[in-house]
């Protein structure tokens, strides 16, 4: 009879044992991006401790059991805690994925400071369709003075961005001066021209005193190699093979990041991830550049996410308009 009973409470161990063993596997593979999936772990970790260490033993008191029930749980502990260490360092409040709880249909329910990237009015990017653009020659050409500058290149979880110490000289729009403070990309690109998207959008980030933006877009589709990617190659590449997230990239001119036309689109949108923070001027440059595919691929191995994919989908223009500045005749373009 207490044999049987022994037999019974070892099954009953082997049983929650295993149970454990698969919510650890679950835990290593969901934490760091689930917060609600954290206290859920923390709970089962407690419940099924409670389980494997008092029910059976109340009743037999069995040292074996014991033993090899600890065993496990510290092998056990050993196996997930790791995994949480490095998963929660790369933790990414939100993602891309299209139906994902934290993609981009539902980033303005993930924080109540976000909540403008669901229910703003002039959020951002846009299709650029040419029927409701107005050509117009009053805006002038982009007054920018920019400068070489100390940078780093941070993998941010969902892009690679290259950021400048202390500024890297100004765009100026409007009377106001916007200090260039970082450049990042994103694939494909989030703005599109009549519904068409293209391989890589860069976004040069400018903030003026009083903290307003100014992004400057440019779009690249796949063709010649791009002349300032491949001066980042080799810090790209670093990142790329060693997983660091950070590297410091050396003096950086901003004017290498070539235009190459006098043409762009101007209208007044919003950050593009979150906080999806509003009143950005968006300048987006008519040309579109080009970008070889390696160099694409070479940008989205560097961030080491899952995802494919760092473009918010296009927003509703909400009536908002859009200026396309091209220069009078008289000057050539
Ligand atoms: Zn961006």
């Known amino acids: 009879m207490i044999k049987e009973l022994q037999t019974h409470c070892t099954v009953i161990n082997y049983v929650f044992t295993l149970d454990f063993f698969y919510i650890s596997r679950q835990a290593s593979l969901i934490l760091g991006r689930h917060k609600h999936s954290q206290l859920l772990l923390l709970c089962n970790f407690i419940h099924l401790g409670l389980k494997i260490f008092y029910f059976p033993l109340k009743d037999m008191g069995n040292l074996g059991i014991k033993l090899f029930c600890s065993v496990f749980l510290v092998a056990l502990l050993l196996h997930v805690l790791p995994a949480r260490s ?3 360092e790369d933790e990414r409040e939100f993602d891309y994925k299209k139906y994902s709880e934290k993609g981009p249909a539902r980033w303005g329910e993930i924080h109540p400071e976000w909540g403008v990237c669901s229910n703003g009015s002039m959020q951002s990017p846009i299709d650029l369709l040419h029927e409701r653009v107005h050509v117009v020659s009053h805006l002038g050409r982009l007054n920018r ?3 070489p500058s100390n940078a780093t290149l941070k993998n941010r979880g969902h892009d690679m961005m290259l950021k400048w110490e202390t500024g890297a000289g100004t765009l100026e729009i409007n009377g106001t001066e916007y200090v260039l403070k970082q450049c990042h990309w994103h694939s494909p690109s989030e703005h599109t021209i009549n519904g068409k998207k293209f391989a890589l959008e860069l976004h040069m980030v400018h903030e ?3 903290g307003k933006a100014a992004v400057v877009g440019i779009l690249y589709t796949i063709g010649r190699p791009d002349s300032f990617l491949s001066s980042l190659t080799d810090r790209l590449r670093l990142v790329a093979g060693t997983g660091e997230n950070e590297t410091i990239a050396g003096i950086v001119n901003p004017k290498e990041i070539k ?4 043409k762009y689109y101007r209208y007044m949108g919003s950050l593009t991830t979150p906080p999806c923070t509003e009143n950005v001027i968006w300048t987006i440059v008519r040309k579109v550049r080009t970008v070889t595919k390696e160099q694409v691929r070479l ?4 961030v080491h996410d899952e995802s494919n994919t760092n473009a918010r989908p ?3 223009t909400n009536g908002r308009p859009v200026q396309l500045y091209r220069p009078d005749e008289k000057e050539d373009d």
Do not use: T, W
């Open 145 to 147: 003075s920019y400068k």
């Open 208 to 210: 003026s005193q009083d």
């Open 299 to 302: 940008l989205r191995v560097a």
């Open 86 to 88: 490095q998963e929660v």
């Open 259 to 262: 235009i190459g036309s006098r």
């Open 314 to 316: 296009v927003q509703l």
